[in-house]
């Protein structure tokens, strides 16, 4: 069916979309088969009672941020019949990281941490005020966007907000993503102009965390538009793709970014 597209999660042969069904039909999530990636074949779909934003694959568990749901577990241990195994989290899911047998959740207003040893009954551990729309974890940190927030993660049932020590300007964002690669963060935001109502301007910036705690800016692009995006990107190798604009941004040297489109 014709999906509106909004996360897609790779496993081996199989892809995970998630998204809005722009027929009408229930289903937000569809598995591919990808053994002929120019022929990829549906296996199966599932409906869930959000509409996701973001999904992370455990083995034959997939967990989606499904806003209002807030997280959707799902078995899809036989691909052509996915199933619901549960829904936990509240209102407001963005995005979901594993951590072995915990999920992070991060919603509009809070970080949650969620046990999934049994993904059937999973089990809030602790949650924290300060959500966001984007969030990268690592070291036992968690960075969420566009709220520029550190949480240390390193013990799930006692989070711990981080007083933030940015290096370099940090400016008013209505959404943005997060993703880290050899210990420098990738973050993309959308901004409204201050003063303006329907003028925005996207930047994509990157951070050292070689301090882990103490980012420190290495370089910042941006482009001006009329209408707030969702500043959603992929990295392959040296190269950033982002979706809004169909940029290709060189990052081989995160401290001299290279937009190479125009």
């Known amino acids: 069916p014709p999906i509106d597209v909004r996360a897609v999660a790779l496993d081996g042969d199989l892809a995970y979309i998630a998204g809005e069904c722009l027929t009408g039909c229930p289903d937000r999530l569809w598995i591919y088969d990808l053994t002929d990636v120019l022929a990829p074949q549906l296996l ?35 691909p052509a019949a996915p199933t619901v195994l549960a829904e936990i989290g509240g209102a407001g899911g963005q995005e979901a990281a594993v951590l072995g047998c915990v999920v992070l959740l991060l919603s509009a207003n809070a970080l949650q941490a969620i046990d999934v040893t049994v993904p059937g009954a999973p089990v809030l551990l602790d949650s924290v005020v300060g959500g966001g729309t984007g969030m990268a974890v690592s070291a036992g940190f968690a960075y969420t ?9 390193s013990n799930p049932s006692d989070l711990q907000v981080v007083p933030e020590s940015w290096d370099g300007e940090f400016l008013p964002a209505d959404a943005g993503q997060a993703r880290i690669h050899e210990a420098t963060l990738y973050v993309t935001a959308s901004h409204p102009y201050e003063g303006t109502e329907f003028q925005y301007y996207n930047t994509l910036s990157t951070y050292s ?6 980012p420190v800016l290495l370089d910042r692009i941006q482009r001006t538009g009329d209408d707030p995006v ?33």
Do not use: H, K, M, N
């Open 44 to 78: 199966g779909s599932v409906a869930t009672t959000g509409l996701p934003s973001d999904i992370a694959v455990d083995g034959d568990v997939v967990y989606v941020a499904d806003s209002d749901a807030g997280l959707s577990i799902i078995d899809a241990t036989d």
């Open 145 to 153: 966007i566009p709220e520029f927030g550190i949480v240390d993660v």
């Open 209 to 214: 965390l070689v301090g882990g705690t103490d």
């Open 230 to 262: 969702q500043p959603r990107f992929c990295l392959a190798d040296d190269v950033l793709y982002r979706a809004w604009d169909t940029r290709v941004i060189d990052v081989a040297q995160p401290s001299r970014l290279t937009d190479t489109v125009g």
